[in-house]
């Protein structure tokens, strides 16, 4: 089946979720895509990284999207899905950045670290405190968890997103928000023989 029929055969059509991102006229399409989704985007990146590397990251997604759009396939999935993946892929090139950024600096206790990335580091250990309680999930069970909160993404787009199907996630949805919510759920005082303790 060529791209043209997969992309009928998808129903897509001038202004849904699938659009034709490879047509001569590429500037409506991709300034709709900007204006459907930007906003989204960056919500999604600015909860995971803070808000000034949101800005960079969203730019660099639809960069990338314009670069890519040949890959984009829009019989396997929603274009907004397809955004996503490319916002999760780099948020994981950020982070890796970062962390060899920030170790460097660490052996380096002379150097001036400049106010515009202090900002930034600021930034992604604020974000990092609203995620702390996540520090013990994979990494994938993380990105489903925040793609679906804070993405807002359904199981077939998460999965398309990560390329696992749609049960998948829902099973390891179902498994972090047990996790998450027997770390939440206060125990009770014991005493030392194992007796509870009444006020």
Do not use: K
Request: a neutral charge; charged letters at 30%.
């Amino acid at each position: 089946m060529t791209r043209a029929e997969r992309y009928a055969a998808a129903g897509a059509v001038d202004g849904d979720d699938r659009p034709d991102s490879c047509g001569h006229d590429l500037q409506p399409v991709f300034q709709s895509l900007f204006d459907r989704h930007a906003r989204d985007v960056r919500r999604y990146l600015a909860s995971r990284a803070g808000p000034t590397v949101a800005d960079d990251l969203v730019s660099d997604t639809f960069l990338i999207a314009l670069q890519r759009r040949a890959s984009y396939d829009p019989a396997r999935a929603g274009v907004r899905a397809w955004l996503f993946g490319i916002a999760t892929n780099l948020l994981r090139q950020h982070a890796r950045a970062e962390s060899r950024y920030l170790r460097t600096a660490a052996r380096d206790q002379g150097a001036q670290i400049a106010r515009g990335h202090a900002d930034r580091v600021a930034d992604q250990v604020d974000a990092e405190a609203r995620v702390r309680e996540l520090a013990g999930l994979a990494p994938g069970d993380r990105d489903v968890l925040l793609l679906a909160s804070w993405g807002e993404l359904d199981a077939s787009e998460i999965g398309a997103v990560l390329d696992i199907p749609a049960g998948t996630v829902r099973s390891r949805l179902h498994r972090v928000r047990q996790q998450l919510r027997a770390r939440a759920t206060p125990r009770a005082p014991h005493s030392l023989e194992g007796e509870r303790i009444d006020d």
